[in-house]
């Protein structure tokens, strides 16, 4: 944050954060914010096709198994068998996409805050 401070005006950040993770001093401030959203499906497929290619990630034996747990926002923890799961709620998983937005959506009439999808960018 403090190096970010000593860029000039008019900085763009790019960030997978939720809006909770965020100083709270931000949706007070005369920042704008664009939120960028995938379709659920575009995201699922992109998604499966990271995840799996990720060395350092337990691969999904199929994608049944990796759709189960991207509706369920329950991820394997690292480390640990694949059929180890944690919650959304964990600090160790990426958490559930439509968690993810449903926590955007409660900002959507905010004066300084843009959704758009990607599809709407076509």
Request: net charge positive; glycine share 2%; hydrophobic share 45%.
């Given at each position: 944050?403090?190096?970010m401070?000593?860029?000039?005006?008019?900085?763009?950040?790019?960030?997978?954060?939720?809006?909770?993770?965020?100083?709270?001093?931000?949706?007070?401030s005369?920042?704008?914010?664009?939120?960028?959203?995938?379709?659920p499906?575009?995201?699922?497929?992109?998604?499966?096709?990271?995840?799996?290619?990720?060395?350092?990630?337990?691969?999904?034996a199929?994608w049944?198994?990796?759709?189960?747990?991207?509706?369920?926002?329950?991820?394997?923890?690292?480390?640990?068998?694949?059929?180890?799961?944690v919650?959304?709620?964990?600090?160790?998983?990426?958490?559930?996409?439509?968690d993810h937005?449903m926590?955007w959506?409660?900002y959507?009439?905010?004066?300084?805050?843009m959704m758009?999808?990607?599809?709407?960018?076509?």
């Amino acid at each position: 944050l403090q190096r970010m401070k000593k860029l000039p005006s008019r900085r763009i950040m790019l960030t997978h954060l939720p809006p909770h993770l965020w100083p709270p001093s931000i949706l007070q401030s005369k920042a704008m914010i664009l939120v960028l959203v995938w379709n659920p499906k575009h995201a699922a497929v992109s998604y499966y096709q990271f995840y799996n290619n990720m060395p350092a990630l337990p691969p999904f034996a199929s994608w049944d198994e990796y759709f189960a747990a991207f509706m369920n926002g329950k991820w394997p923890v690292l480390g640990n068998t694949l059929h180890s799961y944690v919650s959304s709620s964990s600090p160790m998983a990426w958490g559930s996409y439509f968690d993810h937005l449903m926590e955007w959506n409660k900002y959507i009439d905010h004066e300084r805050i843009m959704m758009i999808s990607y599809e709407e960018l076509k």
